[in-house]
C-alpha cells in the first residue's frame, strides 16, 4: 500500500500539522510552518546561491503551478483533456481558484498540504498577460490600432480610448492570484510568480486531431502577424516554425509596432511588483517563460537589450532607441520592487543545450538577479554548462547571479527524473518540477506528466518517491556534499561553518519519504528540532568548522 492512500493519508496530515506546529516556533501568520519561519526576504546578493535574511544559503526544492486554460477555452476528449479555445467571455482568465468546479481552474488548501509533506518549499507560480490586459472586447489579431507599423527610434503615440490597460482587471486577476499564494504560504510554501507564455498566445490553437492544443500568454491585441497566415501544426512545438507565429514573437521583441508592446508588457509587470513589494511570500519575479524570437541571427543580443534598455544595455546595442523602456523588462520591474529578485532566462533554445551569453558577452548591469534555466535535453551536459555559463555572467553582483533549474521533467519517465533530482542535488541546485497538476495543459508533453493525480489529487507514487527527498534547506555557511542513497533511505551532508550566522542550518526530511521517522548522527552541531521533525534544525557547536550530518530511515517505506 502507498503511504499516501487510505486511511494512511488522514494520519500522515495530522502527524505533519502537530510536526509543524511544535517545529514552526515564532512565524509570522502568513508563512505558515516549516524552514520559511522567520527567513524574511529572500535575496540575491551575489554567488550560486539564493540567501534569506540572516545569510543562509538556500537551496529549494519545488514544483511548477501553471493553470493555461483562458475563459471559454473547454476541455477536449482528447488524453489528458487539453483545454482549446482563445480565452475570450466574462470570465477571468488563467486564474486558479480552491472552489472551481473545472479540475483544470482548481487548487485547494488540501493540494497546498499535499505538496509540503513531499518536502516542497516554493511554487513556480504561472501568471499570464492575457489574464491581466485581455483588452477591449471582441479585439483580435492584427487589429491596426495596435498593430500598424512604428517607426524605430519616434515616440509610441497615444492609444487613448484603445488602450487595453484596465487597473480593475487587474485587480481582480491578483485577488485571485493572492489566494492561492495564501494557501501556499500557509502550508510553508514559498512562491515565483512567473509570467508564462506558450506558443505565443491564445490567437493559435488547433482544436482537431489526436493532440489538440492551445498557445498562451500574450492577449489577441498584441497578437501581430500581418500577412503570415496561420497553418495547423500537429503539436504544439511545431507552433514555433509557423510564419504567423514567429512573426507575432518578433514583433513583441522588436518592440516595432503601434501599441508599445513591451511597454504594455511592463506595465502591467510593475502593477504586479507594487502588488507583491512588501510580501516576504512571494521570492521573485520571472520576466517571461522561455524567450525566443526566430528571425534575428543572434537572438541573445536582442534579449539582453530588451532585459536591460538603453540605460543598461550593452555597446552591441542600437544607439538609437529613445522610445525603448529606459531601463529595460528588468529595470521596469525593479523600478515597482527594488526588493525581491528578478529571474531572467536565457533563449528558450538553451532549454536543449544551446550556449546562451546573457551576461557573458557583455555585462548585465543589475543587482537582485537570478539565472533561471530549464533542462530537457541532456540534463547532466546542461547543468555542467549552465554552472560554467553562470560562473561567467557578470552583473551587478559579486560573484554574479544564483542560477535555479526551474523547469525539467515534463514526462512520466520517473527514473529520468531521478536521475535528474540526484545530479542537481550533487550540484546544490534548487530545482522545480514541471509540473505539480496537469491541469488540462493545452501544451503538455504528456497527458499524465502530472505530480498529482488530477482528479483524486493524491501523488503518483513513482513519481513522487523520484521527487521527494531530504535536502540542505537553509545552511548557515558554505553547502558541501551532499548525496542520498534512495535504496536505503540514507542521506548524508557536510557543510563548512560560518560562525557569523545566527539562525541554524536547516534541513527538509519529506514525511513522506521518512514514514516512520528517522535517526540522525552529527558531528559539529547538535539538534535542536523535535524528534522526527520534518526539518531538522541543527546549531553548529561553537569551535566547529564543518558540520557532518547522516541521516537514515527508521524503517523502509512500505511498498
Known sequence: MDPLTGRSWVLALAAVIVLGTATAGTARATTGVGGWANAGIVQARGGPYLTDQFGRRLELHGVNLVAKCGGGAEPTPAAGTPCVGPAQGPRLAYVLSPAARDPARRFTAADARTLARLGFNIVRLGIVWEGLEPGPAAVGPNDPRYCAPHRRGTPFPSLRNADPYDAATVRAYLARTDRIVALLSRAGIRVVIDMHQDAWGSAFYYATGATPWNGEGAPAWATCTGPKPFTLPITWGEAYGVGAVQTAVHHFWANDVRADLQGQFARVWQAVARHYRDDPDVIGYEVINEPNDFLPRRFDS??????????????????????????????????????????????????????????????????????????????????????????????????????????????????????????????????????????????????????????????????????????????????????????????????????????????????????????????GARIESGRHAPVLRLRADRRAARVRLTVRAVDRRPT
Open 302 to 523: 536582442e534579449l539582453q537589450c530588451d532585459y536591460g534598455g538603453p540605460a543598461h544595455e550593452p555597446r552591441s546595442c542600437a544607439a538609437s532607441r529613445p522610445a525603448a523602456l529606459r531601463d529595460g523588462l528588468i529595470g521596469a520591474i525593479q523600478a515597482a520592487d527594488p526588493t525581491h529578485v528578478v529571474l531572467f532566462e536565457p533563449s528558450g533554445a538553451s532549454n536543449y543545450g544551446a550556449p546562451e551569453r546573457i551576461g557573458i558577452t557583455e555585462p548585465l548591469r543589475f543587482a537582485g538577479l537570478a539565472l533561471a534555466f530549464h533542462a530537457y535535453g541532456s540534463v547532466a551536459a546542461q547543468i555542467r554548462q549552465t554552472r560554467q555559463e553562470r560562473d561567467r555572467t557578470r552583473t551587478d553582483q559579486p560573484d554574479g547571479p544564483p542560477w535555479i533549474m526551474d523547469e525539467f521533467g515534463a514526462s512520466n519517465n520517473t527514473v529520468a527524473s531521478a536521475e535528474t533530482v540526484s545530479l542537481a542535488d550533487e550540484a546544490n541546485l534548487s530545482w522545480a518540477y514541471w509540473e505539480a497538476l496537469q491541469l488540462d495543459d493545452p501544451t503538455a508533453g504528456e497527458p499524465d506528466e502530472g505530480l498529482l493525480d488530477q482528479q483524486t489529487r493524491r501523488p503518483y507514487p513513482a513519481m513522487a518517491h523520484a521527487l521527494a527527498v531530504p535536502y540542505p534547506f537553509a545552511t548557515a555557511g558554505r553547502p558541501g556534499p551532499q548525496s542520498f542513497d534512495r535504496a536505503t533511505l540514507t542521506f548524508r551532508y557536510s557543510y563548512a561553518v560560518a560562525p557569523g550566522i545566527s539562525a541554524p542550518t536547516e534541513i527538509e526530511l519529506p514525511p513522506y519519504t521518512y514514514w516512520h521517522g528517522y535517526t540522525v548522527r552529527v558531528t
